[in-house]
């Protein structure tokens, strides 16, 4: 079921629709995300938001299940997987979390032998976090922030559910 590499629409759209099984809360945005191998065309991990328990983001969930499946720590992710991923967000990855968990920007920056192109649908509103560095961190890193456009107005209304009207 998956998309080409190449379809970058087709494989946000597939992101997009995991974000829509993220449950609405008022102190999250719903967020889907992949990690695609585009030498081999293979998707490799997906996650949504609050996918497991806790206060969990999408890119997070896409390497707790890598780093599961080839049993290793997080941490040690970049020693096991190729070298030719790329990132696909429906939301840019964070760079700072209110929770004081790890922002998903130092997540794919330990992974920046791997991960090399990171595909957003749309940068993050400032509701939570007034100034996210992600796309700069990534950039300043080596790591293209490429946007995919066309999904906008979905991926918001998708990411803002569940949050108070006046904001």
Same mark, same amino acid.
């Given at each position: 079921?998956?998309?080409?590499?190449?379809?970058?629409?087709?494989?946000?759209?597939?992101?997009?629709?995991?974000?829509?099984?993220?449950?609405?809360?008022?102190?999250?945005?719903?967020?889907?995300?992949?990690?695609?191998?585009?030498?081999?065309?293979? =998707? /490799?991990?997906? &996650?949504?938001?609050?996918?497991?328990?806790?206060?969990?983001?999408? %890119?997070?969930?896409? !390497? #707790?299940?890598?780093?599961?499946?080839?049993?290793?720590?997080?941490?040690?992710?970049?020693?096991?997987?190729?070298?030719?991923?790329?990132?696909?967000?429906?939301?840019?990855?964070?760079?700072?979390?209110?929770?004081?968990?790890?922002?998903?920007?130092?997540? =794919? /920056?330990?992974? &920046?032998?791997?991960?090399?192109?990171?595909?957003?649908?749309?940068? %993050?509103?400032?509701? !939570? #976090?007034?100034?996210?560095?992600?796309?700069?961190?990534?950039?300043?890193?080596?790591?293209?922030?490429?946007?995919?456009?066309?999904?906008?107005?979905?991926?918001?209304?998708?990411?803002?559910?569940?949050?108070?009207?006046?904001?």
């Amino acid at each position: 079921m998956s998309a080409p590499a190449t379809d970058h629409q087709a494989l946000m759209q597939q992101a997009l629709e995991l974000a829509k099984q993220s449950p609405p809360k008022p102190t999250n945005f719903r967020v889907g995300a992949l990690v695609v191998d585009y030498s081999s065309n293979k =998707v /490799l991990a997906t &996650g949504y938001t609050l996918e497991p328990p806790g206060n969990t983001h999408a %890119e997070q969930c896409c !390497f #707790v299940k890598l780093a599961k499946k080839h049993g290793v720590p997080e941490e040690r992710l970049a020693e096991v997987l190729p070298s030719t991923l790329a990132l696909y967000t429906t939301m840019e990855p964070c760079s700072f979390r209110l929770s004081g968990n790890l922002p998903c920007v130092e997540r =794919v /920056l330990r992974l &920046g032998s791997c991960i090399k192109k990171v595909y957003v649908g749309v940068q %993050e509103p400032k509701k !939570f #976090v007034s100034d996210n560095t992600g796309q700069k961190s990534l950039a300043d890193a080596g790591i293209e922030v490429i946007h995919v456009g066309g999904l906008e107005e979905e991926i918001l209304e998708v990411a803002t559910a569940g949050h108070d009207e006046a904001v």
